[in-house]
Nanobody, 116 residues
């Protein structure tokens, strides 16, 4: 069983910054991908960013250049540093852990609100 504990969500002004954190606990395998998805009201859940155990990253075009994903393998923690936030970034952000042999796991979601 895996638990993903997220933190860092909240309200931020447009143009501001926010950092999300997600710590995984339980049966964590060495080879895994961690990342973030988001879902705004009335919209489909979309990929925001991913990072594998080797540090290879992937970003949605809409956040490229503004968001940075990183991880601490020793802590099984993934971070999302968000800068120059826009109202369109407002959504519930979900942490995800994807293990080749261990299944996919999701956090409970954390609300990010961006005011204009």
């Amino acid at each position: 069983q895996v638990q993903l504990v997220e933190s860092g969500g909240g309200l931020v002004q447009a143009g501001g910054s926010l950092r999300l954190s997600c710590a995984a606990s339980g049966t964590i395998l060495r080879m895994n991908t961690m990342g973030w998805h988001r879902q705004a009201p009335g919209k489909q859940r979309e990929l925001v960013a991913l990072i594998n155990e080797g540090g290879t990253t992937e970003y949605a075009d809409s956040v490229k250049g503004r968001f940075t994903i990183s991880r601490d393998n020793a802590k099984n923690t993934v971070y999302l540093q968000m800068t120059n936030l826009r109202p369109e970034d407002a959504a519930v952000y979900y942490c995800v852990l994807d293990q080749i042999i261990g299944g996919n796991w999701w956090g409970q979601g954390t609300q990010v609100t961006v005011s204009s």
